[in-house]
Every structure is written in structure tokens, then in C-alpha cells.
């Protein structure tokens, strides 16, 4: 799933609003944004569509197509424009390089921190007056350490 990101239909209007007559490609979800007032006639071609996206699109006289359906009508790519989501979107990106041992992190602590080098840090903050803003570097030259 990591490789096949979805996208909303609010970006893909926005990123092809210069090229009209193309087809979006799209390998992943085509997902509805409930935001949208006006959506243009699109030709959409995804692996999935979710209902929202697929009857804004039909009824404001576009098409969604299958990989399939896209080999016949384009079988070159020729006006095509391949389209894909954020891949950081995912939850699972909000646990991942997260600071634990920042102070003031705003990250998903699943990622616990070890008592001992914590607790060293604390001491040595406060025998040092030293801000917390340099943790990481001490914490990987604790972590070498030993």
C-alpha cells in the first residue's frame, strides 16, 4: 500500500487545471473531496474509486477507466498525465523518525525512550544549564558509547 498512495479529487483538479483533453492516471485510490462545490470533466483512469469520486466525476460528464480500458484507448501513454498521492500521508509516517527525545515533540510517541539515557540527560541538563534543543547529537554519542 506504501506504493500506491491515494489521492483526493481536490488534487487532482488542481494539478491538471492547465492540461485539459489528458487523461489522469492515477496508480492507487481516487478519494472524494466533500469541499468541492465545482468538479470539471475529468477522465480518470486508478486501480480503485471510491463512490464519492467516481459520481463527482460522472455527473459532471467525465469517465473513470480501468488499466484495461486505458491500454485500448491510449496504448503509447499519449496524453496522459500520471498523478500520485503523498506517500507521507499514511498514519504509520506520524510514528516514524519521531523525536521522542526532544522535549517539546509533537510526534506519536510510539516509540519509547530508554529510561537510563533519559534520565542522564536530565541530570546533565540541569548540572549544565544546557537547552534541549541539541538532544539528538548527545543521545546518538550516548547510544555509540555504550
Known sequence: RQNRPAISLARIIRKTQNTSDK?????????????LIKVPKLKV???????????????NGGSVLTFEELAVQAPL??????????????????????????????????????TG???WLE????AEDIKPRFREYRVAVKLKQG
Not at 487523461?23 to 469541499?35: E, L, P, S, Y
Not at 483512469?45 to 455527473?59: D, M, N, P, Y
Open 23 to 35: 487523461i489522469v492516471v492515477v496508480v492507487g485510490t481516487v478519494t472524494c473531496d466533500n469541499r
Open 45 to 59: 483512469c486508478a486501480l480503485r474509486c471510491t463512490e464519492g469520486a467516481r459520481s463527482a466525476i460522472l455527473k
Open 117 to 119: 539515557i533519559m534520565k
Open 77 to 114: 501513454g499519449q496524453n496522459t498525465v500520471l498523478l500520485q498521492g503523498r506517500r507521507t500521508a499514511r498514519e504509520t509516517n506520524k510514528t516514524f523518525w519521531s523525536c521522542w527525545f526532544t522535549k517539546y515533540s509533537r510526534q506519536n510517541h510510539s516509540l519509547e525512550p530508554k
Open 123 to 126: 541530570a546533565e541538563e540541569k
